[in-house]
């Protein structure tokens, strides 16, 4: 099993701009939580879904969104690109809702100029 | 509130040495706490969670309610224990189950 994985691996994007991060979980993972850690910081949650639905949403704009696929993959989209945004942003999944463990990508680092 | 606070950023010490990470918390509920470990070039990973009372690689924590904490201990280091290392809490914050607070991390380096 690959574990979960994450594109791009990197990415640079400028002020404004749109960007679309993907995560596919492990196979028969049904949940996928969304994280983004700052440098110097510890993760913080963003979104988590679980059967395509969202069920939890952490504290940040709503330039952030997030969707689940009938396959369980997921793409967090952020719009109008802050220098703030960048981060290396995680993607995490787990057998289904609840106190399930979590097993995370490798993530994509986001870099706004 | 919930919060996880890990007071020291880095820890230094030799190999052979004890080890203890400090974790505190805070959270209203019965917690479930975590303690998630970062290798260098590597993807984060769990090491070991309170209900399970597993000793991971030699590490163990002991859960007090009573003063809030959720210690990482080792008896004896290793070079190869040297790696970031976070205190995670599984609470319901954003209406979700589940989704973990973390602190912000403790470097460990063990030195030869």
């Known amino acids: 099993d690959a574990g979960v994985t994450q594109s791009p691996t990197h990415l640079i994007k400028t002020r404004g701009q749109h960007v679309t991060l993907r995560c596919s979980p492990i196979s028969g993972h049904k949940s996928v939580s969304w994280y983004q850690q700052v440098l110097g910081q510890g993760p913080q949650f963003i979104f988590q879904y679980y059967e395509k639905e969202e069920r939890g949403r952490g504290n940040f704009p709503d330039r952030f969104s997030a969707r689940q696929f009938p396959n369980y993959s997921s793409e967090l989209n952020v719009n109008a690109l802050l220098l703030g945004d960048s981060a290396l942003y995680l993607c995490?999944?787990?057998?289904?809702?609840?106190?399930?463990?979590?097993?995370f990508g490798p993530g994509t680092r986001l870099t706004v100029t | 509130a919930q919060r996880v606070t890990q007071p020291e950023k880095l820890l230094s010490v030799f190999k052979g040495a004890p080890v203890e990470l400090k974790c505190n918390y805070s959270?209203?509920?019965?917690?479930?706490l975590f303690w998630y470990v970062q290798y260098s070039r590597q993807r984060l990973q769990l090491l070991l969670r309170?209900?399970s009372r597993e000793s991971i690689k030699g590490f163990t924590a002991d859960l007090n309610k009573g003063e809030t904490s959720f210690h990482l201990k080792k008896p004896f280091a290793q070079e190869e224990d040297s790696a970031m290392y976070y205190c995670a809490l599984s609470g319901d914050y954003g209406g979700s189950q589940g989704n973990l607070i973390f602190g912000k991390g403790t470097k460990l380096s063990v030195k030869p």
């Open positions: 995490a999944s787990s057998l289904g809702y609840g106190r399930y463990e979590q097993y």
């Open positions: 309170h209900i």
């Open positions: 959270y209203s509920g019965s917690p479930e």
